[in-house]
């Protein structure tokens, strides 16, 4: 039994008085209330800023990823094709290893003729990545004067060491493409269609960016 008189008892009995007080309860729910939204404040921002992959990194991002030594170009190639028309474009890679690579096509619709208060229907363009291995990938888009059009492709070999055409004859990558559909443009008043102006085709701007290294 402990001596009410002891120091132990002076203490213990001072201790239990302050945890009846409304005072200490409120402090003690409110440090455990704080604790818990600090629990849960933390388990938020995990979750939201994910730790990075450093294999699994957009290449447009920070000049994409790969080894230290990883050289990034870009090749451009601009042209024109007509309605029902496609165009290759060959984009000879430089590199024995590529590591990262984006296909870019952009396109904008020629503005109508606001004199005659005429109204331009969008252009569509489909665009054919082919590599050296055979493998390909499609994709189309739609653009205006106002709105231009944009075809995009990513790609990260990062995760499998990279990607070796050397076997498959070189890194000769075909770009195809296509315009699908050039809308005409049409004015407000157009009795049996006489004055709708045809729109034959459309310019464009096919850019491929990659990573590559050699063999040492």
């Not at 559909?181 to 960016?209: C, I, K, M, W």
Request: with cysteine; aromatic share 12%; hydrophobic share 35%.
């Amino acid at each position: 039994m402990v001596n009410e008189g002891s120091l132990f008892g002076i203490v213990k009995d001072g201790l239990m008085k302050w945890l009846k007080t409304r005072h200490a309860m409120f402090s003690i729910v409110g440090t455990f209330g704080l604790m818990v939204a600090l629990a849960m404040l933390f388990s938020y921002q995990a979750g939201a800023f994910p730790a990075q992959d450093p294999y699994n990194v957009d290449p447009a991002v920070n000049g994409g990823t790969g080894p230290s030594n990883t050289e990034y170009l870009t090749e451009t190639q601009s042209g024109r094709v007509n309605e029902g028309q496609s165009m290759d474009e060959t984009f000879d890679l430089v590199g024995d290893v590529i590591w990262v690579m984006e296909v870019a096509l952009s396109f904008t619709d020629e503005a109508p003729d606001r004199a005659q208060r005429f109204t331009n229907e969008p252009d569509t363009f489909e665009v054919t990545v082919l590599f050296p291995d055979g493998e390909s990938e499609t994709k189309s888009a739609s653009g205006t004067n106002t709105n231009p059009g944009t075809i995009l492709f990513n790609y990260n070999w990062t995760g499998d060491g990279g990607i070796d055409w050397t076997e498959d004859g070189g890194n000769a990558v075909v770009v195809t493409v296509t315009c699908t559909e050039a809308g005409n443009q049409h004015p407000l008043f157009n009795p049996f269609g006489f004055r709708e102006v045809e729109d034959t085709g459309n310019d464009y701007t096919l850019s491929v960016y990659y990573g590559f290294t050699n063999y040492d």
